[in-house]
């Protein structure tokens, strides 16, 4: 069955430390793929998307992700976080004119000030 | 701006008591969904209308049903609501226009039931 995983279910952090998510999926097909983020209280957001090109990907607030076809993944990542970046955030997959998302399970990313 | 809208965004229901929530775009998007979202889990597609084109998931209970009147509105009418029911419920929209059909939501109605 087509899956999307992301590994960690909870994140610590201080702030200025480096982040990084993983995210794999199991779709055969050429896919797009995405990172949305909820922040507390709000809704879901649209961090970054791929869907061709540059396999290096820059979304808003600093976020980059890059997609590896070899690896099946699409890690999500930022240099120096901030106590702004707490939030919950979702890898999601498509498949290449397929209008439903798939998502991860999401992880929880906390920021300690 | 344009943007996807639902009301109300907090409802409070009683066990049973049939329950309508609404949901609206201003982007013009041919496709609307609406996901349930329980606490800490990853939004749960329930169905999604593509234009008039209504496509339920498969493990969609059958208490959820959807209406969409025109391309701006559609509804969420929960039948008779269980306490399981008490969730988030988010809508979305996409287009075909952008590169990836990115999903575009709203603020979510988070329901109560009691």
């Known amino acids: 069955a087509q899956s999307v995983s992301q590994h960690n279910h909870h994140v610590i952090l201080s702030e200025a430390a480096s982040l990084e998510l993983g995210c794999n999926y199991s779709y055969g097909g050429t896919v797009n793929l995405f990172w949305y983020v909820q922040y507390p209280g709000q809704h879901l957001q649209l961090l970054l998307k791929y869907f061709s090109g540059d396999p290096l990907v820059k979304g808003i607030k600093g976020f980059e992700a890059e997609f590896i076809k070899s690896k099946f993944s699409f890690n999500l990542r930022k240099p120096s976080v901030q106590w702004s970046d707490t939030a919950e955030y979702f890898c999601a997959v498509n498949l290449f004119n397929d209008y439903k998302l798939s998502f991860g399970a999401g992880t929880t990313v906390t920021v300690r000030a | 701006d344009a943007m996807v809208i639902q009301n109300p965004r907090y409802q409070v229901t009683q066990f049973g008591k049939p329950v309508t929530l609404s949901c609206s775009q201003t982007l013009n998007h041919n496709v609307m969904y609406w996901y349930q979202q329980k606490s800490s889990q990853a939004p749960k597609l329930l169905f999604h209308y593509y234009d008039k084109d209504f496509n339920n998931e498969a493990d969609t209970p059958d208490n959820f049903q959807s209406r969409r009147p025109n391309t701006s509105f559609c509804f969420l009418d929960i039948r008779s609501p269980g306490l399981g029911d008490a969730a988030m419920y988010l809508c979305?929209?996409?287009?075909?226009?952008?590169?990836?059909?990115?999903?575009?939501f709203g603020p979510g109605t988070r329901l109560t039931v009691t």
């Open positions: 979305a929209t996409s287009t075909p226009r952008t590169a990836a059909y990115e999903q575009y």
